[in-house]
């Protein structure tokens, strides 16, 4: 079992690319939920239009928009056949490269790397490791051809502290730290049309939960700032977790191993085991994506599965089947047979990132 969880990690680390994830747009609305006037069902449907050109303003007229206006009348409206009750109104999102951007290296590991960095002086045998000469010299080549003498790095230095210290670390980090090709904050990469997505989502009654392969040690800190979406709705990889008592006081402390991994095929077990409901509607962008996309739509009903597609090499990042970061090659495939719906960031929407200072 250590073995599997040894090389379970380091797939993690290394396969899924050694990665390790804007306040609330609007509060939920029950109203929308409610019947309409009676006879009133094109009003209704006309009045869920109007308010979308209003609440999706990134997004660009064409088939994905279209696709998510019609999946949501369908299912809000009393007397449709396709109607959801609201308490089944459950959407699931990936976040690396669904909510925020995932290049050139999922952001959780640029945070766990920095995280080595800041551990290196209580650490002078590392000097000697070749990933941490590699990391130093911001030889990124280097480091990933480094992998097993890195993870024992990346383990001490996120191992040993409470929850909430390593929770005020995230916090921090986020606070100053900087992508390297766009020089802002994390967190002001996300994607400005999936915020309003979310939005119009919990409008209509819809609840929403992040299914991530990153941890939710790393989530859940900004989650509800940045996406409106509660901790207790993020859904991702965990760190082992023991209770123990220091100087007193009770706290919970994080182990040096992964506990479970949130990715491909674990992504529809995490979501059974946290939700316990089959989502109606799911939105990723790579295919560890895949399996999650696929239990969604193989329950009964209307349902809608999404992929972004990151086609946008001025704006964002242009990946796809080769890239070692978001892979898109088996899901791809799959959505053009199945009818899924591709998102493509370049000709759907009209802005990929709210603007610089929004808040």
């Given amino acids: 079992m250590e073995l599997d969880r040894t090389s379970a990690l380091r797939r993690w680390l290394n396969a899924a690319a050694v990665a390790v994830a804007i306040s609330a747009i609007a509060t939920t609305m029950g109203g929308c939920a409610s019947a309409p006037p009676q006879g009133g069902q094109q009003e209704s449907a006309q009045a869920t239009s109007a308010a979308s050109e209003a609440t999706l303003a990134s997004w660009r007229d064409g088939a994905a928009r279209q696709a998510i206006v019609k999946f949501v009348a369908d299912v809000t409206q009393q007397g449709s056949p396709n109607f959801v009750p609201p308490a089944e109104r459950i959407a699931v999102f990936d976040n690396d490269g669904t909510l925020w951007s995932e290049q050139p290296l999922y952001f959780q590991f640029f945070f766990l790397l920095d995280q080595v960095k800041a551990a290196a002086p209580s650490h002078p045998e590392w000097k000697n490791n070749p990933a941490f000469k590699a990391l130093m ?3 990124m080549a280097g480091v990933m051809r480094e992998e097993k003498r890195l993870l024992p790095l990346i383990t001490a230095a996120n191992s040993g502290m ?3 210290e390593y929770d005020r670390t995230i916090r921090a980090w986020l606070d100053t730290a900087r992508h390297p090709k766009f020089n802002r904050r994390y967190t002001d990469l996300v994607f400005q049309p999936q915020l ?7 409008a209509n009654g819809f609840k929403t939960y992040i299914v991530s392969g990153g941890t939710i040690e790393f989530m859940r800190p900004w989650s509800e700032r940045v996406y409106g979406i509660p901790p207790e709705q993020v859904i991702g990889s965990t760190q082992t977790i023991t209770y123990e008592v220091r100087n007193g006081q009770p706290v919970l402390v ?24 089959r989502p109606i509607l799911a939105v990723g962008n790579s295919d560890g994506d895949l399996q999650m996309l696929q239990y969604t739509m193989a329950g009964t009903g209307a349902r809608l599965a999404m992929l972004v597609h990151h086609d946008d090499a001025e704006r964002e990042f242009a990946y796809d089947r080769q890239s ?4 898109l090659d088996r899901a791809l495939d799959e959505a053009m047979t199945r009818g899924w719906t591709v998102i493509s960031m370049k000709r759907d929407w009209a802005q990929v990132y709210p603007a610089a200072g929004a808040k």
């Fill in 137 to 139: 010299a911001n030889d």
């Fill in 254 to 277: 994080r182990g040096p191993k992964l506990d479970i991994i949130n990715d491909g095929p674990g992504k529809p077990v995490g979501i059974y085991r946290q939700i316990g409901r």
């Fill in 162 to 164: 409470t929850v909430d």
């Fill in 196 to 202: 309003e997505l979310l939005s119009y989502l919990r």
């Fill in 324 to 327: 070692r970061i978001g892979k």
